[in-house]
Structures are given as structure tokens and as C-alpha cells.
């Protein structure tokens, strides 16, 4: 077997699909001196089924990762290999190992890096939204008023959002999500990469409605991804989905009821849209 050179090694895991583990990250396993698992009694039939069975396995969790930490690091310190794991994904995204990771920096301890599943990318990679600048949120806020002090935060944010949610929390969510974001447009994610794998694309004001329909909603890691804020500026205008939504309204409707719809829906500002809706109306032989 591989002797790996001592360090911390990050090793995400399948979150859902166990073929979605790389080479790389079963030879690391394998390889490893010491794994630390979020919970051994999930991650034990893992490695099992990967035919990992002589390193030592150590829970490393929420509530012991300081007092793991400075032991981690005298094992490594010692000559041995440590890898991290989480009870799926990649460790830090959401789950223990920040403060290890802190701690190997500042002792000298070399830390390896290895990509792997996330569903935070996954969950991007499907929604069909701008995946060019995003923010992760994590898990939202449980208690009902800084729930919704964190979605106002939220409510022009230009970025791409993505967020954790239980299958329990879900309702009240989506709940929160309709009065805050109104028809913003959302994807939401659940039990990805697994074999009755969901993705609801619908508005957060109809999201909730959404899950009610759908018997198995109630099962199942969520991911949510909620379209950025859109806002026009001084140089660009309005962003062409605006544009082209506009023009297409004011075939139809007034002028002032066309902005106002534009203007709700991408989040621009209503003096602005409207002044390009009266810029257009001039221009109307043109369209």
C-alpha cells in the first residue's frame, strides 16, 4: 500500500451516488494512516463498500473539532497521514473541519486539497441560472425572524444564491421565500445524484405549492437556487432578459403597467424601467 506523505488530506464523498467518488480520493483512503469521519456509523458502510477496512476510524464532528484538532495535528506532526471526510460532499461546505483546517495552517501542517462532489456545484450546474458569480448561504436561519432578516439581507443581491434546507424546514422556507422574493425565479434540488432524484423550477411564490403536490418532498437533503437580483445601470440600461421582456409586454399592455411588471419580476428600479419603456414606445416602428 501507498505510504502518503503526512498532511491533511480533504477527501469529499458521493452525496448521494456512491460511483461519484474519484480514483483519486479512494487511493487517498485507502492510503490514509488515520480517517476522520463526521459520523463513523455512516461512513463505516462507505468504506466498506469501497474495500477500505485498515485505516483507523475517528469521529471528528460539530462538537468535538477543537479538542480533535491539536490531536490531528500531533498525529501528523508524528509521521502520519490523515484524511477528513464529512458524512457527504466536501468537508467545510456546511460540515466540520474550518477550525482543523485553521490549525494545520498555523502549525505548518501541509493541507491537501481534493475536488470532488459538492451540492452546492451540483445544484448550479442543473438550475439553468448565471453561474458566473454566486454566493452560498448555507443552511438559513431557524428561528422565524432572523429567517427573514437574512432573506431582506439578501433581497438585492446581484450574485446567483444557493442555500441548504431540510426537508422539514422546506415549508416554512418557501413560505419566507414568497414574501420576501415574491416571483423571483428558484430551483430547487432534492435527493440529487440519487436514484428519485427532483428538481422543482418554479417561482418562490408558487415553491411552496410545488412541495405540496410532489408526496416525496418530504424526503430528502434540499438545495435551493434562487435567481440573482437584476439591476440596471447607467452605462448597460437594463440586462437584455429585461429588455426583451419588456418589448414583448408593451406589445400587449400600457406602458406604466408593462414597466412596473419588469420591474417587479428582475428586481430593477421602476423609474428606470421605465424611462426605456417610454424610450422604446418611440421607437415602436422598430419592434
Given at each position: 500500500m501507498e505510504e502518503l506523505e503526512p498532511a491533511l488530506y480533504i477527501v469529499p464523498t458521493p452525496i448521494g451516488n456512491l460511483e461519484d467518488i474519484t480514483f483519486r480520493a479512494v487511493r487517498i483512503l485507502k492510503s490514509a494512516r488515520i480517517i476522520c469521519a463526521e459520523d463513523t456509523r455512516h461512513s463505516r458502510p462507505l468504506l466498506e463498500h469501497?474495500?477500505?477496512?485498515?485505516?483507523?476510524?475517528?469521529?471528528?464532528?460539530?462538537?468535538?473539532?477543537?479538542?480533535?484538532?491539536?490531536?490531528?495535528?500531533?498525529?501528523?506532526?508524528?509521521?502520519?497521514?490523515?484524511?477528513?471526510?464529512?458524512d457527504a460532499g466536501t468537508p467545510l461546505i456546511s460540515d466540520p473541519g474550518y477550525h482543523l483546517v485553521v490549525a494545520c495552517v498555523a502549525a505548518g501542517i501541509r493541507v491537501v486539497p481534493l475536488p470532488g462532489p459538492c451540492a452546492v456545484i451540483t445544484a448550479l450546474e442543473a438550475a439553468g441560472f448565471p453561474t458566473d458569480r454566486f454566493c452560498f448561504e448555507g443552511f438559513l436561519p431557524v428561528k422565524e425572524k432572523a429567517l427573514y432578516d437574512r432573506l431582506e439581507s439578501l433581497r438585492h443581491e446581484t450574485r446567483t444564491m444557493v442555500f441548504y434546507e431540510t426537508p422539514r424546514r422546506m415549508p416554512e422556507t418557501a413560505k419566507a421565500l414568497a414574501r420576501v422574493f415574491g416571483d423571483r425565479e428558484i430551483a430547487v434540488g432534492r435527493e440529487m445524484t440519487k436514484t428519485f432524484e427532483t428538481f422543482y423550477r418554479t417561482t418562490c411564490e408558487k415553491l411552496a405549492e410545488a412541495l405540496a403536490q410532489d408526496p416525496g418532498s418530504g424526503k430528502g437533503e434540499m438545495v435551493a437556487v434562487l435567481y440573482p437580483w437584476r439591476e440596471s445601470s447607467q452605462e448597460g440600461g437594463l440586462s437584455a432578459e429585461a429588455l426583451k421582456l419588456l418589448k414583448l409586454l408593451m406589445t400587449e399592455l400600457p406602458v406604466k403597467k408593462a414597466a412596473r411588471i419588469v420591474s417587479e419580476i428582475h428586481g430593477c428600479s421602476k423609474n428606470e424601467v421605465y424611462r426605456e419603456a417610454l424610450t422604446l414606445e418611440k421607437e415602436k416602428p422598430d419592434f
Open positions: 469501497l474495500g477500505i477496512s485498515s485505516p483507523v476510524l475517528e469521529s471528528f464532528h460539530d462538537h468535538n473539532e477543537t479538542e480533535k484538532a491539536a490531536k490531528i495535528i500531533a498525529w501528523i506532526q508524528e509521521g502520519k497521514s490523515v484524511a477528513l471526510i464529512s
